[in-house]
């Protein structure tokens, strides 16, 4: 693929997962209960993947069968703990905090990988820990004032993102599908989010949720997660996971555009933080691991 059409994939990716945000936010404001939301949302991209997957014979009930037990646990921490937990926040938090929030995910991958994984860290790791620990100290404090309970919920989702990704490798091998895992996962995901909805909402999809909801399910799920598998595989993970300094400043503008939403000198100055130590991370870890080790995605997570 050439460079110009490996950057426009990059602009696709960022932009789609970028405006998740917003998406999640425009639901909840229209009235949609949150984890009943969450769940239409897995259950119907997973289930369109699943579908796709074994209709072109890229996935056989065999093969689900075989990953199926443990793309339940996975799932425990990709789709019921990270996304129930942005989607309780993103009812009292602003999606441009959520994002910038995010960013920190690959910062927090790495501390488990140290933890988990026996990772060995160096200088310029120990750096890039500071500043994005400062960095998301900032974002957090104007929020932590008003919000403490949706910020301990964003707080989650970073936590059960990061530990997702380092359960990843320890779950499956290289020789496995990401596209079907993720799709069990997701689907799987959705399910348990639904029994949960069940039992502590009162289910409500207004109608004026309907149209950001297909947008997380087509634009999100479906063909920002293509998108960035495809970018992984052609441009590699250390590019294709810039992304991750970008979907912010994307959801903060758009934040403030449609829904009128601030942001602090301090939340700025803890963003460029935060994404400069993901940055001195990622390129810390360029010559030597996996994607997982990276701190990026070990499949692409639409957000």
Known sequence: MGNQKIYGLFILVSTLFGSTFLAISLGLKAGASPLFYAALRFTTAGGILLTVLILSKRASFASIRSLAGRGILFSLFMT??????????????????????????????ALFAVLFLGKRLSLAHFAAFFLGTTGTFLIASPAARAEPVYLIAAAGTVLFYAAGNVLYPLLFSDEENPVLISAIQAFVGGIILLGIALGTENLQFPSAAFWPFLYLVIGGSIFGHTAALILVRDAGPVFASGWLYVSPVIATVLGVWVLDESITAVGICGTIMALAG???LGR????????QDLGAPAIPQDR
Do not use: N
């Open 80 to 109: 019921v703990g990270s996304f129930g937990c942005m989607f309780i926040a993103q009812t009292r938090v602003d999606s441009g905090f959520m994002a910038r929030f995010d960013a920190s995910g690959p910062l927090v991958t």
């Open 278 to 280: 993901v940055f001195i």
């Open 284 to 291: 810390t870890e360029e010559p030597t691991v996996r994607p």
